[in-house]
């Protein structure tokens, strides 16, 4: 995928990334956020529903074999599963159309996002980063999310332990267009929701577990039986605001059926793998296509940048 052509968003993108390295530390070879995290192979197979939707080819065909990516929150390799930090939990999927083409889906397991745009998260990683133990308080972060209600309404929002990462729902960040064969176009966001169901540990529960319990207990899951997930779209009703991340759709709104995710292996050279890999929340295929969220371009720009550093740093 191509840099950006706007320098505005690239200087941005650069900033952003020296900020999470600011607060994370720069840990060579590994992602600024989302860094501790386990590769996947499975298959996709889409819903006959999916083509009311789009026209894109992972829909149209029998199945597509995909790639995905668990992961933790913060830039921190070695974060212990139980950290409270470790939550919202990520989630990438790629699907491979064929070789060198590809497209792709980056969630996490809280439903929205903390900024409208790349400038006002600038902002909040700045609060955090000012906002250390010896600081008194009102600090800067209190004062930065006492002035966003946004992203206040994030960091409040419920962040449960799920019981496995195969037990937990993920959402797509940004709202996507999506046309049919018709060229009847409607915007959407992804669900992903886990075919067991969601099940969530309690404080105790959490407190006892061992630190790569999540990426363990998945693997072990896997070695019994394939890991099934259910992507859907929500998809906007008239009048729903389609370019800013914090805003919510009335649960009422219609999810369309997109396909089944099924997954069987741990990818072997799992480390190695996820440190080459750049997902794009961009999709770039037909049928499926941005919306004019600011935050996607800007996130394009991160994912590459920071993924060639981290394949610099791994060469």
Known sequence: MPLPTDERVVSLANDLLQ????IF????GFRPAHAKGLMLTGTFTPASQAQSLTKAPHVVRGSTPVTVRFSNSTGLPQIPDSAPEANPRGLAIRFNLAEHEHTDIVSHSTDGFPARDGYEFLELLRAVAASGPDVPSPKPVEKFLGSHPAALAF???PKPFPSSLARDTYFGVTAMAFTNAAGEKRFGRYRILPEQGNDYLTEAQVAALSPDYHYGEL???LVKSPVRFHIRVQVAGTGDVVDDATVHWPEIREQVEFGTLELTQVMPDTLAQQKHIIFDPIPRVDGIEPSADPLLELRAAIYLISGRRRRAANA
Do not use: I
């Open 19 to 22: 900020q999470f390295d600011t």
């Open 25 to 28: 530390g720069l840990h060579a």
């Open 155 to 157: 960091v409040q929002a």
């Open 219 to 221: 693997a072990e899951r």
